[in-house]
């Protein structure tokens, strides 16, 4: 019993529903295949550190011959994947999927790979394309990959995600261009919206050069002038507007 404004009430018990005994998974996993994909799985570590030795000791076997440091072979390497994975063609077939995918869609229906893969339908309407038609669609899915690429993020996280990638990219491409071909450089970065925040990116190959600049401009004051710079942009660039 409990006293509630001056009464004796009965005193309120809860009976929580009993709690529902956790499922236990149907999954049969074959015996011995956990232990065989741990076995695969160091066996391929293994070997990958033992191939990233050799490209270390290749590149120290390059930099003492031809004089260079061992990071300038390293970024060739790096660059030379990069254009393999850049001079693929895209497949006719894939592209006949990738556009009509696209068409299905905005009929309301979807298919996913494997089903437009084997279906017959698709298989003839395919094969029945001439090779001019074939080379048009592989045109069209290169620009609606292109148009992709390009498209601007919307949302606030994604477009401060973009900000940082891209910038640690230009970070990585400056320093790779001044051990091999020698050169410095001042990067700024300032937003141009305020649909999102990051900080004002700078850069600079040397930090001597952001010392130069304070006596070159005695005035210069680096966080000042990228704050100023920013906000200017943020307001449109307009410089009728700035000094009417």
């Known amino acids: ?36 994909r741990k076995r695969r799985a160091t066996e391929q570590r293994v070997e990958l ?11 120290v076997r390059m930099a003492d011959k031809f004089e260079k440091n061992t990071q ?30 696209l068409e299905l869609r905005e009929e309301g229906r979807t298919m996913n790979a494997i089903d437009m893969a084997t279906d017959n339908a698709l298989k003839s309407e395919y094969n029945s394309l001439s090779n001019e038609q074939r080379a048009t669609l592989v045109a069209e899915w290169d620009k609606h990959k292109s148009i992709r690429v390009h498209n601007a993020r919307v949302s606030g996280m994604s477009r401060k995600q973009d900000f940082h990638q891209t910038t ?26 305020s649909n999102y925040y990051a900080q004002p990116f700078t850069f600079w190959t040397n930090p001597e050069l952001e010392k ?13 002038v990228v704050t100023k710079m920013e906000a200017f942009a943020i307001a449109g660039c307009d410089t009728a507007r700035a000094w009417p």
């Open 49 to 59: 550190d033992n191939m990233l030795e050799t490209i270390d000791a290749w590149c």
């Open 168 to 193: 640690r990219t230009i970070t990585t491409l400056l320093e790779g261009l001044e051990d091999r071909v020698g050169v410095e450089a001042m990067v700024v970065i300032v937003r141009n919206n």
């Open 212 to 224: 130069y600049m304070a006596i070159a401009s005695p005035k210069w004051d680096t966080a000042r």
């Open 1 to 36: 019993m409990s006293a509630l404004h001056g009464k004796t009430t009965p005193a309120l018990r809860i009976h929580a529903p009993p709690l529902n005994p956790a499922r236990r998974s149907t999954s049969k996993t074959t015996p011995g295949a956990s232990d065989k």
């Open 72 to 101: 300038y072979f390293h970024e060739l390497l790096w660059q030379n994947g990069l254009h393999l994975v850049s001079r693929r063609e895209t497949n006719s077939f894939n592209a006949y999927n990738g556009l009509k995918s």
